[in-house]
């Protein structure tokens, strides 16, 4: 072979090399969509370890990291009802790689709070809803009222003399005893607790005589006759107590206050990112193994959605809860 013909052999060579090199370097639509997850995602809840909340969020990874076969791991970081949490991640970065599992009080923040760090709709892609479950109005199983009818006749005649505990200030659970009283025309206090466990331990030592408390949590003291169960918040009756009537059943016709968690991320996450997460969501929803413990997790209904049908939720959430925030009189934060 002549010299010509092995310098331009050379030559092809070197700019076959660069031309590969480039290719590779070139940031092609929807590449990072389809290399994602290469390492461990995390999902992060802004609740108290080993509630309610943390449980369901460790059942949703289990669920994610069987579909995506990556590791996903739960970081609970209380605070704030929850806004430390979300705070963090609008502000982490739009990789996949660090998602948010909020509940009902995330829309509840919006309302109250005169001003938050991070945009409750437009600072996330939404990716799926988890669950929706109702509460539960309860009293210890010694109380004078045996019906949800006798407690508002009770606070009735006597106004201000009954109080009701919750998980906390600006929860779902005060923001639905909040609309009981309005709808029910009655004058009861609220006190806040820490939580389901200190609002129950609360009921129990009778500090407060009714709650409005998380089904789930508060449905063995009910099996246990320890606690009495009025009625759940649901237009219907929850398949978890299926002997405690609905508000509506008990005489306030069309109440109905469901709470809800759901997935999300930060904004600017790659929309094909978030459509292999929602794919993963529903997938792992109808998996009867994970239905079933998300199910006697939160005693609730597993009902998947679309990113824009959990952006629609979210956004009448708000509108709902402010309205009621409002009505209350409940001072802003």
Known sequence: MSKLSKSIRGR?????????????SIDVPGASAQAYPNRVIRIVHGFASGGAADTLSRVVADGLAKQLNETVIVEAKPGA??????????KAAPDGYTLGLVTGGHA??????KSLSYQPVDGFEMISTIVYYALVVATRS??????????????KAKPGSLSFGSVGFGSTHHLAGELLKAAA????????????????????????????GTSVLVAPQIESGAVRGLAVTSSTRSALLPNVPSVDEAGLKGFDVRTWAGLLAPKGTPPGIIAQLNAAVLKSLADPGI????????????????????RELLTSEIARWTAVIDAAKIPKL
């Open 291 to 310: 239905r079933a413990r998300l199910e006697a997790a939160i005693g609730g209904e597993v009902r998947g959605s679309t990113p824009p049908e959990m």
């Open 142 to 155: 010694d109380h004078e009222a045996k019906t949800l009818g006798e407690l508002i006749a009770l606070a």
């Open 12 to 24: 092809i060579l070197a700019c076959l090399a660069v031309s590969i090199f480039v290719a590779s």
């Open 108 to 113: 509840i923040s919006a309302g109250l709070y």
């Open 185 to 212: 025309g009655i004058d009861v206090l609220h006190v806040p607790y820490r939580g389901d466990s200190q609002a129950i331990t609360a009921l129990l030592a009778g500090d407060v005589p009714m709650i409005v």
């Open 81 to 90: 009802g929850g806004n430390l949490a979300s705070d963090a991640v609008a």
